[in-house]
């Protein structure tokens, strides 16, 4: 029996634009999203960020007088310092937990159930739900964790301890969702590579090192990136639990970017703010993306 491989250089003109035109207006309806609600008010946001604007009115065109200021502005900078620091403290930390929680709830299937609903509830609850936990739990004279402590501290009023407990909560808050992203991983590891290294005597730390973790490695990488994005854009933990005290020190960038909008009505300079940061926000993101690739070829 003979078949006859046909390229697609030889499909007529004709039958190639019929199926192009169901295509287009399949993606249709997701482009006109697209472009209405993200193209079109970052292309705004972009041109605001060239003038001198408040919040009702756009003013003179400065071009990029915004971008000049914004380098030489040391609370940009200090925000921006900030937002760093809340990352470090988050990303590699959620990751790593998100891990251990997904290969807990694998292992132990008799309370598979019970730990996977136990450990993803924070995820579900609203930012005001959570930080009304955080601030309950952390009163200095009633709240539970001064309590086992023995303390009467004000932890989110603590020049040493404001950032590292919003990090601290927003752990608790979000890890739920990289340990489903580890669970899905783990679930499409095939038994039967597991079972062949047992025949061959491979125990514990040995399968983990040469099965699971090269199979979770690409699920690794992309909780890594995902949590960074989601750490820089860090705001509501921050405005709702410190309002960015004790003495800006918790202030991260979307905070103060809001505030240069909100209370200072300068929504050029804002626009300018978030223009930097998005750029920022790419930067790292596309940095960390090729470390990992190096890292993953290095270690192939």
Do not use: C
């Not at 202030?251 to 940061?277: C, K, N, P, W």
Request: proline share 5%; net charge positive; charged share 10%.
């Amino acid at each position: 029996m003979r078949f006859d491989v046909v390229s697609p250089s030889a499909v007529p003109a004709a039958g190639r634009r019929g199926e192009a035109l169901p295509a287009a207006l399949l993606l249709a309806p997701f482009a006109l999203v697209f472009v209405l609600f993200f193209l079109l008010p970052a292309l705004q946001t972009f041109y605001l960020s060239l003038t001198e604007s408040s919040l009702t009115r756009t003013n003179a065109f400065v071009g990029l007088a915004n971008y000049a200021t914004l380098v030489r502005d040391p609370s940009f900078w200090a925000a921006l310092g900030h937002t760093f620091y809340f990352a470090l403290l988050t990303v590699v930390p959620l990751t790593a937990l998100g891990l251990v929680m997904a290969l807990l709830v694998d292992r132990y299937a008799r309370t598979r159930s019970w730990l996977q609903g136990a450990f993803f509830l924070p995820y579900v609850l609203p930012i005001s739900v959570m930080t009304l936990i955080a601030d309950w739990m952390m009163q200095p004279s009633s709240g539970v964790v001064n309590h086992v402590l023995g303390l009467q501290r004000a932890w989110f009023a603590d020049l040493a301890w404001a950032m590292p407990m919003v990090a601290i909560f927003t752990i608790w808050w979000t890890v739920g969702f990289n340990m489903l992203m580890f669970l899905a991983g783990l679930r499409n590891i095939p038994a039967d590579l597991y079972e062949a290294a047992a025949l061959d005597g491979a125990r514990g730390f040995t399968l983990f090192r040469h099965i699971t973790w090269p199979a979770l490695r690409p699920v690794a990488a992309m909780a890594m990136i995902l949590q960074l994005i989601a750490s820089m854009k860090i705001f509501g933990q921050t405005y709702l639990l410190t309002t960015g005290g004790p003495f800006n020190t918790t202030r991260v960038t979307l905070h103060y970017m809001y505030e240069t909008a909100f209370t200072q009505s300068d929504a050029g300079y804002a626009a300018a703010i978030a223009m930097a940061f998005v750029l920022i926000v790419i930067l790292l993101s596309l940095s960390q993306a090729g470390l990992l690739r190096w890292l993953a070829r290095r270690d192939a």
